[in-house]
Structure formats: structure tokens, C-alpha cells
């Protein structure tokens, strides 16, 4: 079965290649970025600007194909891409949750953005902390490498 999405519009950031951005949100505190809505999406913006922070949907438009094995950028080890957050996946679908500034007409500000520009955006969702937060018993893998994720940054093993 083949899929379609459309780009309801684009997310412009500081980060014009992949290799030394933030690998998440964490690790890009204060980075800015603005997401440009086609003008005919702009009207699903009501009332966004109630939330503090969004969710990001995103094509990994620089992302070319994938391996079901890969080494993720907080491990030498091999790990199922599903395990993982890495960019080389079956659908190159990203998720961001960003703080959002504000928004005027068709253009949203937001801050601690970890994508790479000129992305293509494909939806956009508010973000609920009583819907989107868990505590979770075990994070496989991770469960040792999060120390230092704010400093740790992209390099080129994606390409």
C-alpha cells in the first residue's frame, strides 16, 4: 500500500546541514526557528496559540533510504531502528515537540527546534502533558546513555 501526504507547510531553522545540530529538543534549548503554513492551512491555526508547546510531524526530507539495524547517535552498538529515534527509517516521518512563541497569520515562532531547515512540515498537534507524559519503567537501551543528550550532536552516520 502506498501513502500520500501533503506539506501543510515549512520549517525554517539555523540548521542548513545534519551534521552538528541537536539529535532532540532537549539538546537545542533556545535555537529558534519559524514554520511558514501555506496560506490555505493557515485558517486549522485557531486557537494553537492557547498551548505552550506543539508537536511537530515532519518529513526527514534529506533522509534516503534505511537499514533495519543501525548504530543511533548515542551508541557504537547496533540496535533495531525502532528502538531508535534515528532518521534512516522505512517512512521518513520525524517528531519534534517544540515551545511555541507566538503566531501571526500563517507563520508560527517557535524555540528549542532540533530540525533541519527549509523541512517540510506535515502536521502539527498541541501538546498535552496529562496525553503525552508517562512514567515509564524502562527505556530499553537508553536507559544509561541520557546524561549528556543536551550536549550530544548529530554527526554524519545518516547519510
Same mark, same amino acid.
Given at each position: &500500500?502506498?501513502?500520500?501526504?501533503?506539506?501543510?507547510?515549512?520549517?525554517?531553522?539555523?540548521? !542548513? @546541514?545534519?551534521?552538528? &545540530?541537536?539529535?532532540?529538543?532537549?539538546?537545542?534549548?533556545g !535555537?529558534? %526557528?519559524?514554520i511558514?503554513?501555506k496560506?490555505?492551512?493557515? $485558517?486549522?491555526?485557531?486557537?494553537?496559540? %492557547?498551548?505552550?508547546?506543539? +508537536?511537530?510531524?515532519? *518529513?526527514?526530507?534529506?533522509?534516503?533510504?534505511f537499514?533495519?539495524?543501525?548504530?543511533?547517535?548515542?551508541?557504537?552498538? $547496533?540496535? %533495531?531502528?525502532?528502538?531508535?529515534?534515528?532518521?534512516?527509517?522505512?517512512?521518513?516521518?520525524?517528531?519534534?515537540?517544540?515551545?511555541?512563541?507566538?503566531? !501571526?497569520? !500563517?507563520?508560527i515562532?517557535? $524555540?528549542?527546534? *532540533?530540525?533541519?531547515?527549509?523541512?517540510?512540515?506535515? *502536521?502539527?498537534?498541541?501538546?498535552?502533558?496529562?496525553?503525552?507524559?508517562?512514567?515509564?519503567?524502562? +527505556?530499553?537501551? &537508553?536507559?544509561? @546513555?541520557?546524561?549528556? +543528550?543536551?550536549?550530544?550532536?548529530s554527526?554524519?552516520?545518516?547519510?
Amino acid at each position: &500500500m502506498t501513502l500520500t501526504y501533503i506539506s501543510i507547510g515549512t520549517i525554517f531553522t539555523p540548521f !542548513n @546541514k545534519k551534521e552538528g &545540530m541537536p539529535i532532540q529538543p532537549v539538546g537545542a534549548i533556545g !535555537n529558534r %526557528g519559524r514554520i511558514e503554513i501555506k496560506p490555505e492551512f493557515a $485558517e486549522g491555526l485557531a486557537n494553537l496559540d %492557547g498551548f505552550s508547546y506543539i +508537536i511537530l510531524i515532519y *518529513d526527514f526530507h534529506k533522509s534516503e533510504g534505511f537499514d533495519l539495524k543501525i548504530k543511533p547517535f548515542l551508541s557504537e552498538k $547496533e540496535f %533495531g531502528v525502532f528502538s531508535t529515534r534515528a532518521p534512516k527509517r522505512p517512512n521518513s516521518i520525524g517528531l519534534s515537540v517544540v515551545k511555541l512563541l507566538s503566531i !501571526n497569520d !500563517n507563520i508560527i515562532e517557535v $524555540e528549542n527546534i *532540533d530540525i533541519l531547515n527549509k523541512t517540510l512540515l506535515l *502536521d502539527i498537534k498541541p501538546y498535552v502533558p496529562e496525553f503525552d507524559i508517562h512514567n515509564a519503567e524502562k +527505556i530499553g537501551w &537508553m536507559e544509561n @546513555k541520557l546524561t549528556n +543528550i543536551s550536549n550530544t550532536k548529530s554527526d554524519n552516520r545518516f547519510k
